[in-house]
């Protein structure tokens, strides 16, 4: 089982223990992971030139083809990014040709075999919840967790294919598997509040703010997250943030898996995280 691994753009440079701990799950699971030369997904700049974002996922796309690979990406951004080009390239026959005639210059063409999929689907359809239970040394006791699914895996969902975009079950399911308890909150699909940072900071800090206290009134003693961006609001954001005093430490799902797999703390990269997210280990049974 291998994949084209999209770590996308934010993830090498703001959060490295992110793609370090997926590399170090997916190679314990027995996944393939085949690093290729891609570019931005295109999503900073779909709104000031939609066909250069189409070209910009639809190159990514056509290079994971040419190796005849599927794409596997643990940013909800980007997945939501590629699945908009992959939708758009089948719907628009004439946006199709323009982009392959730009990918003909490095003999490239999108043909629409390659499947873009979230790291989430991947561990739960794709290396299935039977096979990761049966690898875990061990499980948390007593460590409720409250998931945060991000915007852009959800919605649109007849581009997306994610989940039930009004009720998905997908992220607690995995959680759940290691052990922890997911809680139920009410705010776990609103926006974490980041897209809003360096245009209205305050705003993006008070929604950061509000779903911190909101999944601590709901019992967590941890975040997870599966999206670049919510992992950077809830933890660089959430350590600079003077105002939060009582801080909420959030832990990418790769990292909450890693340990109950039997892989080590350093490993995982959760000693990079801003909020000191280390106490995990003191849950494990």
């Not at 570019?39 to 994971?64: H, K, Q």
């Not at 323009?98 to 989430?120: P, Q």
């Not at 959680?175 to 997911?182: D, F, N, Y």
């Amino acid at each position: 089982m291998n994949y084209a691994l999209f770590l996308g753009c934010k993830i090498p440079f703001y959060l490295e223990q992110y793609g370090v701990a997926v590399r170090a799950v997916m190679k314990k699971l027995d996944v393939g992971l085949v690093d290729m030369e891609f570019n931005c997904c295109g999503y900073p700049i779909r709104s000031l030139d939609f066909e250069a974002f189409v070209l910009s996922g639809a190159r990514n796309i056509a290079l994971a083809e040419k190796k005849g690979l599927d794409i596997m990406t643990p940013c909800k951004c980007c997945f939501g990014s590629l699945k908009h080009t992959n939708h758009m390239l089948r719907e628009h026959p004439e946006l199709r040709d323009r982009i392959n005639r730009s990918l003909a210059a490095e003999d490239l063409k999108w043909e629409g075999s390659t499947v873009v999929k979230h790291l989430l689907t991947v561990l739960d359809q794709d290396v299935t919840t039977e096979k990761i239970a049966a690898s875990l040394k061990n499980t948390y006791s007593g460590l409720k967790i409250a998931a945060h699914y991000g915007c852009h895996a959800l919605r649109p969902s007849n581009v997306t294919g994610f989940d039930n975009a009004l009720n998905p079950t997908i992220f607690e399911r995995l959680v759940a598997l290691t052990g922890a308890e997911p809680v139920d909150w009410s705010l776990r699909l609103d926006c974490c509040g980041n897209p809003l940072r360096g245009q209205n900071d305050r705003l993006a800090l008070n929604m950061m703010r509000r779903k911190v206290e909101n999944a601590r009134q709901s019992g967590a003693h941890y975040l997870s997250t599966a999206c670049t961006y919510c992992q950077i609001q809830f933890d660089t954001a959430q350590a600079a943030d003077a105002q939060s005093t009582n801080r909420l430490p959030a832990v990418t799902y790769p990292q909450l898996l890693g340990l109950p797999l039997g892989l080590p703390e350093s490993v995982l990269g959760l000693r990079r995280n801003m909020v000191d997210a280390t106490g995990l280990k003191k849950y494990l049974s």
